[in-house]
């Protein structure tokens, strides 16, 4: 006897032949493979006559194309959409269909197919697709559905109306969980279907008993707010909405954190109809989201702009690949002690044929929203390889070329088998390539990471961990990370020469990267300072546009050809001069200083600002810094302490002209400074102590 498990196939066909209700399994590209005959009957075509054609051939031409560009985002996220179409009989008469589509998987989890169910609405309003409550409750979560929702704004207006109170208003907030995807994809459907449960109570929880709040898609919610709330009271709403979302939640042993992208349009400022008015709630959430997310906004036209615009973006990158409008360029890797060229990262562009070049960060978030991540990844590692293959013939010149993988592409189980593909097809070594996977990625499931990681280590391809630092990372599990490189975030590097907290951080990292045998490159690197700082630490690579911005592929080659390295100065030569810097925001008392102090010997600097002084300092080996106390933006006291944390071996001289003794007396203290001249000074009191700074003398 046949399990329940192992049903015949026979009897499969016959539960989609026999069913009442009509059937249609497309493709992924949405295009017809089988329509059942409750379906064919009810539509008038044959089966020759649909099958290979797109569903919109039942199309009336009457149901709104922002229906269809919601149903695409959501199958396309993994989600279940229905919804309610109007379509056409091939006789031509039109009539209403309740309709359910539903993403197919295959065993590694990627979407090959989708399977709609539709049923005939004879009442012309919602109705029950499969019995039961589904046709105003969301199942999951026992919230009211976007049906129930619709009509309970409809009653509103009507009653506003009927009571003669046409300017009472209400409110539409609309709340989608950001990168709902990678939680999925991370930790399964059953977890995040938990964690929808818990967003929806934590909403339930923020509301009065009048306002309903609606589960109306996969990951999103709706909130309709009664008695003309004022723009202050949603505002702070949404901004405690946005904390109770954010705050973990513990699902099946993990701690599950997700934040929100939540839009909100006002009845009856934005709109006096209830459509619209969900439309404008969703295009000032759009807003949110195409901006990266976690936030608020109100609907103003703008938005709306800003939300078609992401609905532009999903679309075009549905095919962006067969339009072959995506390019990539190139950052160098550059080795710090030789200044030599060692690598290189690739950076997709996107050629948008409305908007023009489109950089990473404005259309990678829409992939990875819309799950169209993969397909782009993928057109990238083969991009490069072959970009590699043609530097090869053209110099001979074969340098690695790092890729950024996203959570999902990393978690394909068809990973490895598609880079040893790639490999093979362009004849290049696996170590011309270097994967790079975000510390957070690698933190959602360190086991599978593990598992991930000596797959691809096995091929031969280099691994490196990016934006090190940003995430909360165990150093047991890295310890265990096969990886070659460690990237050092831009976060850090930004204010290296002048945060002694980040510099104190930078400099830990590479120590404990170089213990653990990998390469650190610091990402970011905008200044001769920075650069230098590095070195100093003994970070090995840099990258940023210090040394080159992102360049076309011709425009690498020429670097080839001319053998451009990097020139830094050299630590000796700096050691060998004693060197001064004078700071001070007023020109002629810089010029004084150095009139009074030019036959001393000394190499003297000149700032005109604690920033401008603190990347010389990271620039030069300075032995003594004199500066002014009272400066805007930042205070001899302020830079003097700075320069203490990080270059300890300085002396400091402040010079100030006001009694600030508290101040002065404190800093002198706690060995921010060593000596305190008064303004005006003496010029030969002032030219011994420097010397006496400068000999190591108290």
């Known amino acids: 006897m046949n399990s329940p498990s192992a049903l015949p196939e026979h009897l499969f066909r016959l539960m989609i032949e026999q069913n009442s209700v009509g059937i249609v399994l497309t493709d992924r590209e949405g295009l017809i493979l089988h329509v059942n005959p409750r379906q064919l009957k009810a539509s008038g075509y044959t089966l020759d006559e649909v099958v290979g054609k797109n569903p919109r051939i039942f199309s009336a031409g009457e149901t709104p194309a922002k229906l269809y560009e919601e149903m695409w985002t959501t199958i396309l996220a993994g989600n279940i959409w229905h919804g309610d179409i109007i379509n056409q009989r091939k006789n031509g008469e039109t009539y209403r269909e309740l309709v359910r589509i539903s993403p197919i998987r295959d065993d590694v989890g990627e979407i090959t197919h989708f399977f709609a169910i539709k049923e005939e609405n004879l009442e012309g309003n919602v109705t029950n697709l499969l019995g039961g409550s589904l046709a105003t409750v969301d199942p999951l979560t026992g919230l009211p559905n976007r049906a129930m929702l619709l009509n309970r704004v409809h009653a509103t207006i009507q009653d506003a109306q009927a009571a003669g109170q046409q300017g009472s208003g209400f409110a539409m907030l609309v709340v989608d969980l950001d990168r709902f995807r990678t939680i999925n994809d991370a930790y399964g459907h059953l977890a995040g279907d938990e964690l929808l449960r818990r967003v929806a109570a934590r909403l339930k929880e923020a509301v009065r008993q009048t306002d309903t709040v609606a589960r109306t898609d996969g990951n999103e919610f709706c909130l309709l707010l009664l008695g003309d709330p004022s723009q202050t009271l949603l505002e702070d709403l949404a901004r405690r909405l946005l904390s109770a979302i954010a705050t973990p939640v513990e699902v099946r042993d993990q701690h599950l954190s997700v934040t929100a992208s939540i839009g909100i349009a006002r ?80 950076l997709v562009r996107w050629q948008h044929p409305r908007y023009g070049m489109i950089a990473p960060g404005r259309f990678i978030p829409v ?28 110099s001979d010149t074969l340098l690695p070329v790092g890729v950024n993988l996203s959570l999902r592409h990393f978690r394909s189980g068809d990973l490895p088998n598609f880079i040893e593909q790639a490999l093979a097809e362009t004849g290049l070594p696996a170590n011309c390539l270097e994967l790079e996977i975000s510390e957070s990625t690698m933190m959602r499931d360190p086991t599978q990471a593990f598992v991930m990681v000596d797959r691809i280590r096995a091929l031969g391809v280099r691994l490196a961990l990016d934006d090190f630092g940003t995430g909360l990372s165990s150093l047991s599990y890295l310890s265990r990370l096969t990886v070659d490189a460690v990237k ?209 003398r108290a």
């Not at 939300?307 to 962006?320: K, P, S």
């Not at 007023?586 to 604690?610: F, M």
């Not at 302020?638 to 001289?653: C, E």
Request: aromatic letters at 6%; glycine letters at 6%; one cysteine or more.
């Open 267 to 346: 009845f009856p400022l934005d709109t006096r109809d209830a459509e619209t008015l969900l439309q404008r709630a969703f295009s000032a959430m759009g807003a949110v989201k195409s901006s990266g997310g976690d936030g608020l906004r109100f609907y103003v036209p703008q938005a709306e702009q800003q939300a078609l615009e992401f609905t532009d973006l999903t679309e075009g990158l549905r095919d962006v690949v067969q339009r072959n409008e995506l390019i990539l360029h190139y950052q160098p890797r550059v080795d710090l002690k030789t200044g030599n060229i060692v690598g290189l990262e690739a």
């Open 367 to 394: 992939a990875e929203e819309t799950g169209l991540i993969v397909n782009l990844s993928q057109w990238v590692i083969r991009a490069a390889l072959e970009q590699q293959r043609a530097w090869r013939k053209e």
């Open 488 to 696: 050092i975030d831009q976060t850090f590097v930004r204010d290296l020469t002048s945060n002694p907290t980040n510099a104190s951080i930078v400099a830990a990292i590479i120590a404990m990267a170089h213990k653990l045998g990998k390469r650190t490159v610091a990402v970011g690197v905008e200044t001769e300072g920075q650069a230098l700082q590095l070195r100093r630490h003994d970070c090995d690579e840099m990258q940023g546009y210090y040394f080159s911005r992102p360049l076309p592929p011709d425009e690498v080659a020429a670097l080839f050809l001319t053998n451009r390295n990097l020139a830094l100065k050299g630590e000796e030569e700096a050691e060998t001069s004693r060197t001064l810097l004078l700071v001070d925001d007023e020109p002629n008392i810089l010029n004084s200083l150095k009139r009074l102090l030019r036959r001393d010997g000394y190499r003297v600097l000149t700032a005109g600002s604690g920033a401008e002084a603190l990347e010389l300092l990271a620039a030069n080996s300075v032995q003594v810094i004199v500066s002014d106390h009272r400066m805007p933006e930042m205070s001899g006291v302020d830079l003097l302490s700075r320069a203490r944390d990080l270059y300890p071996h300085t002396r400091r001289i402040i010079l100030s002209g006001y009694s600030d003794i508290g101040t002065l007396t404190e800093a002198i203290n706690r060995g921010a400074v060593w000596k305190f001249i008064s303004k005006p000074w003496e010029d030969e009191a002032l030219k011994l102590e420097i010397k006496a700074a400068f000999e190591g």
